[in-house]
């Protein structure tokens, strides 16, 4: 079973940086799980922040966080990472780290088989 488990969330000031991190496990070896993040502000669905494919060669951004956020990975470690810079207030959520078995990107909720348990990013202004 794969699990999924997210660090790094906190409070940090507008125009600051985090990185987030998600560590997975229980992965098979030779397997190509692509991971995504996504957030959930109150009162809001859950939406895509951006994904990459199983190798790293392919990457999806929704266009608020395009040239501020980098999604990368290192499958060594089984880890993904969403570097944060110039952050607002408006990314202010919890966070959370997805993987799914395909090699097509997607930044579809329901297409997402595994979750992390969220972690909470606080953008003060």
């Known amino acids: 079973q794969v699990q999924l488990v997210e660090s790094g969330g906190g409070l940090v000031q507008a125009g600051g940086s985090q990185r987030l991190t998600c560590v997975a496990s229980?992965?098979?070896?030779?397997?190509?799980?692509?991971l995504g993040w996504f957030r959930q502000a109150p009162g809001s669905e859950r939406a895509i922040v951006a994904a990459?494919?199983?190798?790293?060669?392919?990457?999806l951004y929704v266009d608020s966080v395009k040239g501020r956020f980098t999604i990368s990975r290192d499958n060594a470690k089984n880890t993904v990472y969403l570097q944060m810079n110039s952050l607002k207030p408006e990314d202010t959520a919890v966070y959370y780290c997805a993987g799914r078995w395909d090699t097509v990107l997607s930044g579809r909720v329901n297409e997402y088989a595994y979750w992390g348990q969220g972690t909470q990013v606080t953008v003060s202004s």
């Open positions: 990459i494919n199983w190798d790293g060669g392919g990457t």
């Open positions: 229980g992965i098979p070896f030779g397997s190509r799980l692509a």
